[in-house]
């Protein structure tokens, strides 16, 4: 799903850059319409895939058993109430944060590309940073790791593409998918290195200073871009 994303996003980015000058606005409106509704089915299917024909697939190790010490379960109702009550405090919550920390970071002279790639990244994902990390100190490292990859085809695969086709509604533009070779050579490099996290099925705690290297690297990249690089 990960390289998915990343192969969808690069052939509009493509297009924009080598047609877009040449056939104008509306051809590519056209693509990027035709790729959010491609990309917003292939999610739907996704989940269709994930919760109901291989749902075994997905399950956490150690999930059919009933864990010992734990209260009675909590009706559907009951478990869907609280799920969107606390959907909407972390959503609510998160735009408090990106908002202000999108201030501070052009306050503070930071670059577009690090206070969108990095600082908004980091506060927006605050929810699903903080559960990852619980549940890797946990040694659930199959939830830690679900969650995480989870959320980045969430926003590649369905905020987006919501986003291009509602965009002329509610920004003062429509949203695109053309991006930056800088930024696509980030997507990649995610698509690749999510890859290599999963594929042994085994992590350790030097895996970890690794992939915090490589993410400071990155950062440290898009810290120093200068404005309009990239492209």
Same mark, same amino acid.
């Given at each position: 799903?990960? $390289? ?5 996003? &690069?052939? #509009? ?5 080598? $047609?877009? @000058? ?25 989940? /269709? ?11 956490? @190790? ?20 609280? !799920? ?23 306050? %503070?002279?930071?670059? #577009?590309?690090?206070?969108?790639? /990095? ?5 927006g994902g605050a929810a699903e940073i903080g559960s990852a990390i619980a549940m890797g100190r946990k040694n659930k490292m199959d ?11 969430q926003i590649a695969l369905f905020v987006a593409p919501v986003l291009v086709l509602v965009g002329g509604l509610v920004g003062p533009? #429509?949203?695109?998918? &053309? $991006? ?5 050579? $980030?997507? !990649? ?5 999510? =890859? ?6 085994? &992590? ?7 992939? %915090? ?5 990155? @950062? =440290? ?11």
């Open positions: 799903m990960m $390289f998915l994303a990343a192969i969808s996003m &690069s052939i #509009p980015s493509a297009f924009h850059r080598f $047609f877009g @000058a040449e056939h104008g606005i509306p051809h590519e409106a056209a693509l990027d319409t035709s790729v959010a509704l491609v990309l917003l089915l292939t999610y739907g299917l996704y989940l /269709v895939y994930q919760l109901r024909t291989h749902k075994e697939a997905f399950a956490a @190790a150690g999930a059919g058993k009933k864990a010992a010490g734990h209260g009675a379960e909590w009706s559907v109702g009951r478990s869907v109430t609280t !799920l969107v009550l606390a959907s909407g405090a972390a959503a609510w919550m998160s735009e408090v944060l990106v908002g202000a920390a999108e201030t501070t970071g052009e306050t %503070l002279g930071m670059s #577009p590309t690090f206070i969108g790639l /990095v600082l908004l990244a980091g506060v939830l830690s790791v679900g969650i995480a990859l989870g959320s980045c085809i533009r #429509p949203l695109t998918l &053309s $991006f930056g070779r800088g930024e696509m050579g $980030f997507l !990649l490099i995610a698509a690749l290195l999510g =890859a290599m996290v999963v594929s042994e099925g085994r &992590s350790n705690w030097f895996k970890g200073v690794q992939l %915090l290297a490589v993410y400071a690297i990155l @950062a =440290a990249v898009c810290y120093l871009v200068p404005a309009g690089a990239g492209h």
